[in-house]
């Protein structure tokens, strides 16, 4: 069992910058797959990034647009998600998954937990 509590969010204003974190229980954090995802009320939940469990394979959503960064320290049982130049459209929930697959496919199902959620605001 894992479980994942995200941390970091918060009201931004446009061009900012906000570095997520997703601190993970459990010994076997470090063979999962990670991945962060989003939901505005309303809509499916998005998916945004996936890393390996080594970081040797990383996935990005279209929007992302080389502006977020997902990294790992397995050593700290933490997953990161670095936001640059965020935009209005970037506010959502954002969600720290974890899948027992190597490097995931950007499906919500494919992911075994789930943390809580973190409020990202961004101001025009």
């Known amino acids: 069992q894992v479980q994942l509590v995200e941390s970091g969010g918060g009201l931004v204003q446009a061009g900012g910058s906000l570095r997520l974190s997703c601190a993970a229980s459990?010994?076997?954090?470090?063979?999962?797959?990670m991945g962060w995802f989003r939901q505005v009320p309303g809509k499916e939940r998005e998916f945004v990034a996936a890393i390996s469990w080594n970081a040797r394979s990383i996935t990005y959503a279209a929007f992302v647009k080389g502006r977020f960064t997902i990294s790992r320290d397995n050593a700290a049982n933490t997953v990161y998600l670095q936001m640059n130049s965020l935009e209005p459209e970037d506010t959502a929930v954002y969600y720290c998954a974890g899948s027992k697959l190597n490097l995931p496919e950007p499906n919500p199902n494919l992911f075994d937990y789930w943390g809580q959620g973190t409020q990202v605001t961004v101001s025009s």
């Open positions: 459990g010994r076997t954090f470090s063979s999962y797959g």
